[in-house]
């Protein structure tokens, strides 16, 4: 049964985060990107031939993020194969959905971290076979160039090729900060953008998640819907690194599906609150930016938290490509599920708060204290209340629902004004009061499992074809976070 100050929301996917750099995260925050690199990061990553400091490092970033409501991330690795399959190993003990990549660089790279064309290429493929291997339903392989300054075209040319052959999905930076467009240009002159060049190296495929994307052209927005390119939209380190704000509406319209990244230690934070958070305030700045003060066209609305909210959870999992598996609590999904409780810490409830009210204190105040419970493929993976076995089911007697509309942001003039509206009424009933199973049951079924039924509520898909038509069908469902 929930109780008052609670509320299960669908699992959150954290689109972008490099989980070696967590040991440093919250640090070194006063560099430009390429002397980060270079005198942070580099030095970091190469600690990761050592798997004692892997098993250290990596075990507390899977713990970490499945505090804060993670059940899905995308995670670059290092170049070491070994440390990269422990990843890959921990994320299936700790039963956390994880795409994994071995980080592919063979060139500029500094002493000590350095790999071949052949070493990159094998290395990879053994890492694809070793995770295929593991034949979990829960963790994946994914083909990673670092970033095109960091591969030379054999290399980037060989990935596509792996990325064909095994059909895996592609992660990597684009269009980041001027100082990598000024990289790129340098090292690829006249061979135009990131995305061409990823294009043009069959890296830019409808399993192919880049981060960051400040810089990207309409043209190669265009181009990566064109080829079902997903965006990770990783506004922290954006701040930080990217001399800019992913204008979010505009690639949205452009056709992109986009989630939302943590982009550790680019940005600080490992929990997805703190992201959705930056992500609502970067909207507000490039809208104050765009549009004076007192004028009509500031009276627009920008993103909101329930847009934020969206990202981090349908968002993610269309800009993976699993929005038929999760990002909402439905029929026919796997139930990936975050108990959010207010009473962890930070918040007060008053009697007059709403089930909305209570979820938008949540999203605006809520911590990794207020992560009660987290479920993922029906398991439970991690418990606040130590009383509770990590496997113990959560009763599901009746729930009211909060269906939020998190239509995403665009505008006219492809800038920064967004549409929402919220729905209430909207029936979803916990038939059955045990979730053992790996899905969300069917309505009415009588087994064991939960059953948990959308009532009459306007999918995304149709919501999002009033903005953008022909989008909805790749930007998933809603989001029904579900409250008593
Ligand atoms: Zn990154």
């Not at 001399?243 to 990244?261: D, I, M």
């Not at 942001?409 to 209430?424: E, F, I, L, M, R």
């Amino acid at each position: 049964m929930l109780e008052r100050g609670q509320v299960l929301i669908a699992g959150m996917v954290d689109t972008h985060i490099h989980a070696p750099q967590y040991s440093y995260a919250g640090t070194a925050t006063d560099r430009p990107l390429i002397e980060w690199l270079n005198e942070v990061t580099f030095p970091a990553e190469r600690r990761f031939e050592d798997l004692q400091h892997a098993r250290q490092v990596y075990s507390a970033v899977v713990d970490r993020t499945l505090r804060g409501g993670t059940t899905c991330a995308m995670y670059f690795a290092t170049l070491h194969v070994p440390a990269s399959k422990l990843l890959a190993n921990i994320a299936l003990e700790r039963g956390q959905r994880a795409f994994v990549g071995k980080v592919c660089m063979d060139r500029m790279t500094p002493a000590g971290l350095a790999e071949s064309t052949e070493d990159a290429l094998a290395g990879t493929e053994h890492f694809i076979r070793y995770v295929r291997g593991l034949h979990s339903d829960l963790i994946h392989p994914v083909i990673t160039p670092r970033f095109i300054p960091s591969c030379t075209p054999a290399l980037l040319t060989g990935l596509g090729r792996l990325a064909r052959e095994y059909q895996c999905h592609v992660q990597s930076h684009i269009s980041e900060s001027p100082d990598e467009l000024a990289l790129v240009a340098r090292l690829h002159p006249g061979e135009g953008t990131d995305a061409e060049i990823f294009d043009r190296h069959a890296l830019l495929t409808d399993r192919a998640v880049f981060a960051h994307g400040v810089h990207l052209s309409d043209t190669d927005c265009t181009l990566l819907a064109a080829r079902g390119s997903s965006l990770s939209h990783c506004p922290h380190s954006n701040f930080t690194f990217a001399g800019g704000t992913l204008r979010t509406a505009r690639v949205v319209r452009s056709g992109v599906a986009v989630g939302l990244g943590s982009d550790v230690a680019g940005g600080c934070s490992a929990c997805l609150f703190d992201a959705q958070r930056y992500a609502v305030v970067a909207d507000k700045v490039l809208q104050q930016q765009q549009r004076p003060a007192g004028s009509e066209a500031s009276k627009g609305a920008s993103m909101d938290w329930r847009h934020a909210l969206h990202l981090a959870t349908q968002g993610g999992a269309a800009a993976l490509g699993l929005e038929h598996r999760i990002g909402t609590i439905e029929a026919g999904k796997a139930f990936d599920a975050v108990l959010l409780d207010a009473a962890g810490g930070g918040i007060d409830l008053f009697p007059e708060d709403s089930t909305l009210a209570l979820l938008e204190k949540l999203c605006n105040l809520g911590t990794e204290h207020n992560v009660a419970a987290v479920w993922i493929q029906g398991r439970r993976v991690h418990s606040r209340d130590p009383q509770r076995p990590p496997t113990a089911p959560i009763p599901l007697t009746h729930l009211s629902a909060v269906n939020v509309d998190p239509a995403p942001p665009a505008s006219k003039d492809g800038n920064s004004s967004v549409s929402s509206s919220t729905h209430g009424g909207s029936a979803v009933k916990g038939a059955g009061n045990d979730v053992g199973g790996n899905d969300v049951g069917e309505p009415g079924a009588g087994d064991s499992r939960a059953a948990v039924r959308t009532g009459p509520m306007p999918k995304m898909s149709a919501l999002v074809d009033q903005v953008v038509p022909g989008l909805g069908s790749r930007s998933g469902t809603q989001v029904g976070p579900s409250a008593c």
